[in-house]
């Protein structure tokens, strides 16, 4: 009886070692430490993540605030092409006048005529 008897008691001696390790290693408190070092593993990685992505979102922005000013000036160009020819058109009237000023007076004009603007 006194072997059956030890190896009852050792067999609760180990359960209640076993259930003891076992609340120990599942504590909240050891949660949070394994959730901390989980984090302060990852969190350097995350870190250079973001930094990197706000540098592409800002050179993001610049190129197209750069794509939409050039776009905006080619409209503007665009838009005074009617002023252009509006002054193309003075211009060869102004030639004309000269022209006929010339001859008027009775000379013929001496320099020779600008290639046509059209």
Request: aromatic share 6%.
């Amino acid at each position: 009886m006194e072997e059956a008897e030890m190896q009852l008691k050792g067999k609760k001696v180990t359960d209640k070692f076993t259930e003891s390790v076992y609340v120990l290693a599942n504590e909240p408190s050891v949660a949070l430490y394994r959730l901390q070092e989980h984090v302060r593993r990852s969190l350097p990685e995350l870190a250079q993540h973001k930094s990197d992505m706000q540098n592409w979102e800002e050179q993001s922005q610049g190129a197209i605030y750069t794509v939409e000013y050039a776009c905006s000036a080619v409209k503007n160009l665009m838009d005074s092409n009617v002023h252009f020819r509006s002054i193309e058109g003075l211009l060869k009237q102004a030639i004309s006048i000269k022209d006929q000023l010339n001859t008027s007076q009775g000379r013929s004009p001496s320099a020779p005529k600008p290639p046509s603007l059209a």
